[in-house]
């Protein structure tokens, strides 16, 4: 059973353009949500994360959106960049449980120039 | 710093063999985790160590599967008579702190081919 689901699977947006990634969770203990970046051949690094008291998270290009009810949440990438092109990751956890984190299977971004 | 060092980068061995992964934390992580990550599963939690002590394998496979963490400076995950289901990338991560933060630091992983 997955308990953190993302959409799409893949997106390919032209350079400029807003990248959205879709995640939705199950378990409504999950209080923190990390997204990790993935480039091939690499391991996945932190990118930017949001506790659930928020609702909106804010890094330069990127944008963490929550909505606590509706247990969903978006990444947005404004003005993407080729470089940008990678695998995201949403990811869970219960701060007060274990420090399993639970990922999502991951949307590959390509962004074309 | 260096980061998260885990060798061998690439293994091969043949069906039944035993495979072992070594993973060097950053030095001063309290906290080490296995994940493997295949197409299929995306990134499947294995197991971690807190402070050395094993605090959570509920993703480890029950027979052929192992990890140790015998002292602050690695970790190894051992399988033993290796499947063809085993091939996957398994990642090692370290976290700063005893609390549970979210923030891992990945090595590059151990891709294991078994054939």
């Known amino acids: 059973q997955q308990q953190v689901r993302q959409s799409p699977q893949s997106l390919t947006v032209w350079e400029g353009e807003t990248a959205i990634l879709n995640c939705s969770y199950e378990n409504s203990a999950f209080d923190y949500f990390p997204w990790y970046q993935q480039f091939p051949g690499e391991g996945p690094a932190l990118l930017i994360a949001i506790r659930s008291v928020s609702d909106k998270k804010e890094d330069g290009r990127f944008t963490i959106f929550f909505n606590k009810r509706e247990k969903k949440l978006s990444l947005h990438i404004t003005d993407s960049q080729p470089g940008d092109s990678a695998t995201y990751f949403c990811a869970a956890l219960n701060q007060g449980g274990s420090a399993k984190l639970i990922f999502g299977e991951g949307t590959k971004l390509t962004v074309s120039s | 710093n260096a980061g998260v060092i885990q060798t061998p980068r690439h293994k091969v061995t043949g069906k039944g063999q035993e495979a072992t992964l070594w993973c060097e934390p950053i030095?001063?992580?309290?906290?080490v985790f296995w994940y493997r990550q295949t197409i299929v599963q995306g990134l499947e939690f294995l197991t971690y160590f807190r402070n050395q002590a094993p605090i959570d394998d509920s993703g480890m496979p029950k027979e052929r599967f192992s990890a140790q963490m015998p002292n602050q400076s690695h970790s190894t995950l051992k399988i033993q008579s290796t499947q063809p289901q085993d091939s996957a990338v398994y990642l090692c991560a370290s976290s700063l702190r005893v609390a549970n933060t979210g923030q891992l630091y990945f090595g590059e992983g151990s891709k294991l081919t078994v054939l």
């Open positions: 030095s001063g992580h309290s906290a």
